[in-house]
């Protein structure tokens, strides 16, 4: 098997793993999230951080990176105007902080466990 194989296979099974569940009280509803995301997905997160635009960032986060328990994204990219402009910006940061978070949650959670 070659490195590239193996690269594959490793992030195969990273993003077919369990969803972390996050329960929002304020929206009543569950947002679920992977532990890793394409690395195109986490390019215009990047982008954006470095440019400043933090705000920004983190409604992209929850954008790209929310799902339903089915694991199909729950937002679609116009929702971006109403996030940015109609969220609360506190729950708009707790959310995209545990998503962001998810991979360190779930480490944490499988090290107490063994």
Not at 76 to 105: C, F, G, Q, T, Y
């Amino acid at each position: 098997m070659s490195i590239t194989d193996k690269i594959a296979k490793h992030y195969q099974a990273s993003i077919s793993g369990d969803l972390k569940k996050i329960h929002v009280e304020e929206w009543d509803t569950d947002i679920f999230c992977r532990t890793t995301y394409p690395l195109k997905d986490e390019a215009k997160i990047l982008e954006l951080q470095t440019q400043g635009k933090t705000v920004e960032a983190l409604v992209e986060s929850i954008i790209v990176k929310g799902r339903d328990k089915n694991g199909k994204r729950l937002f679609h990219d116009a929702d971006r105007i109403k996030l940015m402009n109609e969220a609360d910006p506190m729950v708009i940061i707790k959310v995209a902080s545990d998503i962001n978070n998810a991979k360190i949650d779930l480490d944490q959670e499988t090290a107490s466990k063994e």
